[in-house]
């Protein structure tokens, strides 16, 4: 089946600094989502981005589908922007089901 | 509408009991999905229906577990005789066909 990796796995920043996420996928996709998991487990939708690039305030995504990897941009970073950023993907073989990265564990520092 | 709902929001329970959970999905969603994550790890795929038949099972899965969707609404999740490796948060999510996914809070399942 399709494998998600997703780097760096952690990543500790100071306030006000920028990053950027990686997501590699092994196989063609058709859907591709970006989630940020809050301390409460809880996953909220960042981007919705099988191709292409958006941007939501501080944070913007690109999706490069004939490369296979997608990445996260989350600039001027904030406390509340700590926890777990996962990429998750839908293969083309006919299935619907999410398979997901590992995650990336973001802490920002005052 | 305010997304989608899970109950209970938390569970403990003693092993070998079965316990079973509920998921209310976006009300125009026709599509219905269970994950299960354990510490660490990202969520894993357990099922889903469209409606209410159940389309693709994982082999995470086992003949404990059982999902219905019965009018293609809410869904529910039973395990029968839990284990301590069933510890884990299940988490719901609902979409409609071909667009992005939206989880519920999940529910966190302590087997004791």
């Known amino acids: 089946g399709i494998q998600v990796e997703q780097s760096p796995p952690d990543l500790i920043l100071q306030e006000g600094a920028n990053s950027t996420l990686r997501c590699n996928f092994s196989d063609s996709v058709n859907n591709l989502q970006w989630f940020h998991q809050n301390p409460w487990g809880q996953l909220i939708n960042l981007f919705y981005i099988p191709s292409g690039t958006k941007q939501n305030g501080r944070l913007s995504a690109t999706t490069v589908a004939t490369e296979r990897y997608s990445l996260l941009y989350i600039s001027s970073s904030q406390t509340t922007d700590s926890g777990v950023y996962f990429c998750?993907?839908?293969?083309?073989?006919?299935?619907?089901?999410?398979?997901f990265g590992t995650g990336t564990r973001l802490k920002v520092l005052a | 509408d305010t997304g989608v709902s899970q109950d209970p929001r938390h569970k403990i329970t003693k092993r070998g009991q079965n316990v079973t959970f509920r998921c209310d999905p976006i009300?125009?969603?026709?599509?219905l999905y269970w994950y299960r994550q354990t510490l660490g790890q990202g969520p894993e795929f357990l099922t889903y229906f469209q409606n209410e038949a159940q389309l693709e099972k994982s082999r995470l899965l086992s003949d404990r577990f059982s999902a219905e969707r019965p009018k293609g609404s809410f869904s529910t999740l039973e395990i029968q005789r839990t284990e301590q490796g069933d510890s884990a948060m299940y988490l719901c999510?609902?979409?409609?066909?071909?667009?992005?996914?939206?989880f519920g809070p999940g529910t966190r399942l302590t087997v004791l």
């Open positions: 999510a609902s979409s409609l066909v071909g667009s992005e996914q939206f």
């Open positions: 009300s125009e969603h026709n599509r």
């Open positions: 998750a993907v839908v293969g083309t073989s006919g299935t619907y089901k999410y398979i």
